[in-house]
């Protein structure tokens, strides 16, 4: 095959030992039905932020901060919470005590406890659950086969002997000490063959069947069969055949529930997570934001907000993303990245120049539909470049959604005008007045803060009063075809009183600042006006275009009455000018 780069750009070999890894060996599953489905509803959810998440960070919370986690997670709407590992150690256990003692656990909410299946921790942790409304033990040994042979030294036949036998002794101790709920609904057990995207799928089965033979699942008595991505070992749609063989060939699938416990190893957990959905799992276990071991499990929110962006009711509230992120950094006491799917500090901001100009303009149509259609923007359905959701439904503004550096263009520049001042400048005006931030920018380099583009507008446009300053505009009126007009001026800082006629006001001031002897030429090129505020007190912004000399310059203009507005707007035009020719 011949190479289409040319021989200068010809990639070398790495050097790295990449020879030292095996490639997966996937499922074989050539009948795959996944590809072609969709994901139509949201998924059972459960929140392993107590447990995963807790047990995988540098300082693992505190018990105020777990009670802040756990409230949160119950505001946002998880039913199915795991709550911890209770045997792990006492300040797991007494978390646990705590909600129950002090009843803290909604009625329509879960938790669940994860325990090894050993006698001994299955016994503390149905102990740690005594009184509790609703419980789910969760148990988990490792199936693959370099943990039997390396972790624990044991037969495929052991390994499911650790299974069962784990499951004895979860239902004896729950009858032990949960009596009240055992045998009926509200007493739950759920196993897990962990590491499970490494165990040969027919081995994860066989372990999974004698499990479900212990614990007899019937209605009303489900098993939960988490298949958990312990760790992530390839491509997503690899997952995603596991997960479809499973459930093809696993029995009493209609009182099992297949669930997902991804981790993110390759980066790749939220599509895996995905594609086994469409896999026909039924329940997801994750974390708010990715916490949990090493790379992190799969991250709630992106998956949840991922289903809201496609019109599908994710069935957990994130319509306050910064309260959820602050509580969870408070929690965790690790940072959100700022460019985190949905919740970051600047996945909704634009910073280079044709970014911010579509997505002005989709603002701005937006806002016209809803004006046409008299209904408020966020009863639109939402369409906007480059923004998939509208921030408004995370509880963001449109405030931050254009920034302004040197990779900016007019478009975000006149945003910020718009948005903070109201100020509709003219497409050539923006194109001048961007050259003037992007020389601030080059001289200045970073972020332009919309208070310094204020400033740097103001000093441009409004407030130059050197060669000429208004003072009044004395009479204004018809005089034959054309328009008289008196007005008092500051010319170089001495008094005048200044008169000229003209097809309108702003041709008769013209005539008369071309009157003044100077060889400024003023032509006027083209002019837009706006009203800045409603009502009778209303300010008007003038844009005038004008010709001084060879050169061409806009002026803005800014007043209650919109004659005067205007000339302010000439005058401004004339000193940018005179301020360059000096
Ligand atoms: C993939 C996951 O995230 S699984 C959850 C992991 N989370 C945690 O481990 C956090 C909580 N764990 C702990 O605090 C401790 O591991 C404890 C308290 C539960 C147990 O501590 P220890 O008794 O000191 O044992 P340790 O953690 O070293 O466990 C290793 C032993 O347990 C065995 N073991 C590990 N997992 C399991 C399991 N799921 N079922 C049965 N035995 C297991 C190992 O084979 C090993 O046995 P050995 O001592 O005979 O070689
Ligand atoms: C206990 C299991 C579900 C686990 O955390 C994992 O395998 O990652």
Redesign the pocket.
Known sequence: MTSLSNTSNQQKPSGMPFERYRAFVPVDVPDRTWPTKKIAHAPRWLSTDLR?GN?ALIDPMTPGRKLQMFELLVRMGYKEIEVG?P???QTDFDFVRQLIVEDRIPDDVQISV?T???DD?IARTAESLVGAPRANIH????TAELFRRV??NVTPGECIG?ATR?TEMVMKYAEQYLGDIVGTGDFGYQYSP?IFTQTDTDFALEVCERVSDVWQPEPGREIILNL?A?VEMSTPNTYADQIEYFGRHLTRRDVSAISLHPHNDRGTAVAATELALMAGADRVEGCLFGHG?RTGNVDLVTLGMNLFSQGIDPMIDFSDIDEIRRTVEYATNLPVHPRHPYAGDLVYTAFSGSHQDAIKKGLEDLDRIAADRGVPVGELPWEAPYLPIDPKDVGRTYEAVIRVNSQSGKGGVAYVLKSEHKLDLPRRAQIEFSRVIQQHTDAEGGEVSPETIWKIFRAEFLDQESPLKLNSVHTSSAAGEKDALTVNVYVDGELRTLEGTGNGPIAAFVDAINGLGHDWDVRVLDYAEHALSAGGDAVAAAYVECSVGSEIFWGVGIDANIVTASLKAVISAVNRGQAIVD
């Open positions: 995963d047990q590992f045997s792990a150690s994860l090894q299946a050993r921790l148990l988990y040994n490792a972790v624990f650790i784990g962990e958990p312990t071991e």
